[in-house]
């Protein structure tokens, strides 16, 4: 209650813009990320690893846009890229060379994939994915898992109702080794594709056992299945993306994030064979267009700070750091006799109420889980660290040891306030 009342005091003037946005906007914004009861802070810059909201308040920015902030305020980086764009112009009406050097960069971190196409989010390449999938096996079912996400319009137990699903979709329990072996013999002439995240990021940064992983693998190629690797959040993992740390090529994998350099895009990638149905050099080669495909902002962006900024180095170093972080954090929930463990890989994590060990969605269901979340993400808010309402916590390359010792002694102390409460 007291964060609450706190909350609400320190952001009247969040309040008065959230409540002006909600005349023409349903719920007051374009994302239902975004949205968290009582209402959220609007945001008016960012600097650094700093973000500045309507009240004139300061935060660390521990949200980093939801693993597409990777780089945080990089002030030298967008020079170089506006300059680029400012060479070039906007609009080019043809192919352009970014293009080719994004793809390049792509193509070379990432061992299972050729080829690439590009589009303009993570939700439109798996969309892409699944189509491929669906034209390359002539077959109509997608394997999903429960509690997964694959953007806003693939989502398969989040809150609030999920639109349709493009492709019949038949949900397994992520995880369930034994389970979902069986449920694709069972639906093997059925299914065209498996659509997984090798870490469910939204369902709460729970990583997929390399086992399960391994026999997806397996299964799917044992059956004509295209395996599809959605590493729109967890790419960010390694320089080959998180299917390098576990060796496993899935066919396609569909990126997206930070991978416009901070601009509007997605990227679906893979085996030649599959990749290449979309050349129209071909007989009955697919058809994928969009004005914004190869957009000159998206591609520039993209190939600066992947070319320059998140070098192979930067991302071992930068996950390095993150996994001390959530060492540390499990450390301090142990030392301050809570029940809370902290879950992830690398620069990506998330806080749970429970010591059980989390494997699907289902295992962070709490009784007291609203409550803890709602006190840790206000607790943290109203002493300016930018957390999301859900828990996740990501670290940028403008997060400084300061900044993230500053999150530790501030997660202590919160423990020490409301863990009994616990
Ligand atoms: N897939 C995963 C695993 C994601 O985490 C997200 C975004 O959070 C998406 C897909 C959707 O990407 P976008 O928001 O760019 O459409």
Same mark, same amino acid.
């Given at each position: 209650?007291?964060?609450?009342?706190?909350?609400?005091?320190?952001n009247?003037?969040s309040?008065?813009?959230?409540?002006?946005?909600?005349?023409?906007?349903?719920?007051?914004?374009?994302?239902?990320?975004?949205?968290?009861?009582?209402?959220p802070v609007v945001i008016?810059?960012?600097?650094?690893?700093?973000?500045?909201d309507a009240?004139?308040?300061?935060?660390?920015?521990?949200?980093?846009?939801?693993?597409?902030?990777?780089?945080?305020?990089?002030?030298?980086?967008?020079?170089?890229?506006?300059?680029?764009?400012? !060479?070039?112009?906007?609009?080019?009406?043809?192919?352009?060379?970014?293009?080719?050097?994004?793809?390049?960069?792509?193509?070379?971190?990432?061992?299972?994939?050729?080829?690439?196409?590009?589009?303009?989010?993570?939700?439109?390449?798996?969309?892409?994915?699944?189509?491929?999938?669906?034209?390359?096996?002539?077959?109509?079912?997608?394997?999903?898992? !429960?509690?997964?996400?694959?953007?806003?319009?693939?989502?398969?137990?989040?809150?609030?109702?999920?639109?349709?699903?493009?492709?019949?979709?038949?949900?397994?329990?992520?995880?369930?080794?034994?389970?979902?072996?069986?449920?694709?013999?069972?639906?093997?002439?059925?299914?065209?594709?498996?659509?997984?995240?090798?870490?469910?990021?939204?369902?709460?940064?729970?990583?997929?056992?390399?086992?399960?992983?391994?026999?997806?693998?397996?299964?799917?190629?044992?059956?004509?299945?295209?395996?599809?690797?959605?590493?729109?959040?967890?790419?960010?993992?390694?320089?080959?993306?998180?299917?390098? !740390?576990?060796?496993?090529?899935?066919?396609?994998?569909?990126?997206?994030?930070?991978?416009?350099?901070?601009?509007?895009?997605?990227?679906?990638?893979?085996?030649?064979?599959?990749?290449?149905?979309?050349?129209?050099?071909?007989?009955?080669?697919?058809?994928?267009?969009?004005?914004?495909?190869?957009?000159?902002?998206?591609?520039?962006?993209?190939?600066?700070?992947?070319?320059?900024?998140?070098?192979?180095?930067?991302?071992?170093?930068?996950?390095?750091?993150?996994?001390?972080?959530?060492?540390?954090?499990?450390?301090?929930?142990?030392?301050?006799?809570?029940?809370?463990?902290?879950?992830?890989?690398?620069?990506?994590?998330?806080?749970?109420?429970?010591?059980?060990?989390? !494997?699907?969605?289902?295992?962070?269901?709490?009784?007291?889980?609203?409550?803890? $979340?709602?006190?840790?993400?206000?607790?943290?808010?109203?002493?300016?660290?930018?957390?999301?309402? $859900?828990?996740?916590?990501?670290?940028?390359?403008?997060?400084?040891?300061?900044?993230?010792?500053?999150?530790? $002694?501030?997660?202590?102390?919160?423990?020490?306030?409301?863990?009994?409460?616990?």
């Amino acid at each position: 209650e007291d964060e609450v009342a706190i909350y609400k005091e320190r952001n009247a003037e969040s309040l008065a813009r959230y409540e002006r946005a909600c005349r023409v906007l349903p719920g007051g914004s374009t994302r239902a990320t975004l949205y968290y009861p009582p209402f959220p802070v609007v945001i008016e810059r960012g600097e650094n690893n700093f973000l500045f909201d309507a009240d004139g308040h300061k935060y660390l920015n521990f949200v980093g846009e939801y693993t597409a902030g990777l780089y945080g305020h990089n002030e030298e980086m967008l020079r170089d890229i506006l300059s680029e764009i400012g !060479k070039r112009g906007l609009m080019l009406s043809g192919p352009n060379i970014y293009e080719e050097k994004l793809a390049d960069i792509i193509c070379t971190r990432f061992q299972s994939i050729s080829k690439v196409r590009f589009c303009n989010s993570g939700t439109e390449a798996n969309l892409l994915a699944l189509a491929l999938a669906r034209n390359a096996t002539r077959k109509e079912t997608a394997l999903v898992f !429960k509690g997964a996400y694959h953007g806003g319009f693939l989502t398969f137990g989040a809150s609030g109702a999920p639109l349709n699903v493009p492709m019949k979709a038949l949900i397994g329990a992520y995880n369930d080794v034994e389970g979902t072996r069986a449920l694709i013999e069972k639906n093997k002439d059925e299914l065209g594709a498996i659509i997984v995240e090798p870490m469910m990021g939204s369902g709460g940064c729970i990583a997929g056992d390399p086992v399960f992983l391994e026999m997806l693998r397996t299964a799917a190629s044992e059956h004509d299945i295209v395996l599809i690797f959605d590493e729109v959040m967890t790419s960010r993992l390694s320089p080959g993306g998180l299917q390098e !740390k576990l060796g496993i090529e899935p066919d396609l994998t569909s990126l997206g994030k930070y991978i416009g350099g901070g601009f509007s895009c997605g990227a679906l990638g893979g085996r030649d064979e599959l990749m290449s149905m979309f050349d129209l050099r071909r007989e009955n080669g697919l058809s994928h267009a969009g004005t914004f495909n190869n957009n000159i902002a998206s591609m520039i962006g993209g190939s600066i700070g992947l070319g320059k900024y998140f070098t192979g180095e930067a991302c071992v170093s930068l996950n390095a750091r993150g996994d001390k972080l959530r060492e540390r954090l499990n450390e301090i929930a142990k030392e301050a006799n809570t029940p809370v463990q902290v879950t992830g890989i690398g620069s990506v994590m998330n806080p749970h109420l429970g010591l059980e060990t989390i !494997k699907s969605p289902d295992d962070i269901n709490h009784p007291n889980l609203q409550l803890f $979340r709602m006190l840790m993400h206000l607790h943290m808010m109203n002493r300016g660290f930018y957390v999301a309402s $859900r828990g996740l916590i990501t670290l940028n390359l403008k997060s400084t040891d300061d900044d993230i010792e500053a999150f530790e $002694r501030e997660f202590e102390n919160f423990l020490q306030i409301y863990g009994a409460a616990l």
